[in-house]
């Protein structure tokens, strides 16, 4: 066109400073506070259980950790772990499918249930299943009638881990599950393939990673819950008392090392979590 005088355009620079650029005393100071604060409250703690526990030597350890009621503590632990997930990853599963994939009224209040367990006391759950299945509680009397123990004893214990641990795998299913959408299903059913059939081909596959680390950290709960179970078991030496449970009932007698040794069991099964859970990730991530 006549007359058009084209425009030069001047090229912006921008400056992006990035972490690396910020003066070394800044960069050693935070990384110095931070490894601290581990030090400090992670890898300190964790060393003062393993010296304690040995401190009295190989033989101290051996006999705590294999005493009848130490035993008996180990067992029940890994036998509430065996019940509790999975019939969360079951829940879990089922709420996380039914929330992301479907509308239908009620949904918000499925989610709060789920966040439940997350704003109310591990005691306070305790207490309620007092309230509902001990001898004075609202189902008490028909319990005693038809000779059933819930409070005091195995499903008392199960059901408040199963509570406390209840969010863990729907939590983590629930946000992957509305980042992946329903348009795979949607194909799957619409080629034919049953609502089963889709889920095991389709929806599993794409949640398994998140499925397994839902799994780590209810794992994780089930193995150190206290509160909870601590108002439901009783304390009953050799019956209803868990691992958390033994080793306050040494910890109070003055029985250092062998509370201690009972404690370096759980941190030797917390360190393994950890790593699965960080194995889990890392394959998550190069998937």
Partial sequence: MAGHIPLQQTPTTIKVTTVSQEPKAIRWTLTFIALAFLALFLVLPLVT???????K??????????????????????????IT?????IFGVMAAWAITKFQFKGKNILITIIDLPFAISP????????????????????????????????????????????PFVARELIPLMQAQGTAEEEASLTLGASGFKTFLLVTLPNIKWGLLYGLILCN?????????????????????????LHIEILYNEYQFSAAFAVASLMSVLAIITLIVKNLIE??????
């Avoid at 994780?220 to 691992?243: C, L």
């Fill in 49 to 55: 259980i393993f010296i304690t526990a040995f401190q």
């Fill in 57 to 82: 030597g190989w033989e101290t350890y051996v006999a705590a950790i294999t005493h009848p009621d130490a035993l008996s503590a180990i067992k029940l632990t890994l036998l509430v772990v065996l």
């Fill in 85 to 89: 997930v999975p019939l969360n990853a």
């Fill in 123 to 166: 005691v306070i759950a305790g207490l309620v299943f007092i309230l509902l299945f001990g001898a004075q509680g609202l189902f008490g009397e028909w319990l005693f009638e038809h000779d059933l123990k819930i409070v005091f004893a195995l499903p008392g214990i199960v059901l408040a881990t199963i509570f406390v641990t209840l």
């Fill in 220 to 244: 994780a709960r089930a193995i150190g819950e206290f509160g909870a179970v601590s108002v439901v078991s009783g304390h009953i030496r050799g019956m209803t008392n868990t691992m958390p």
């Fill in 282 to 287: 890392w394959k998550a991530k190069h998937t």
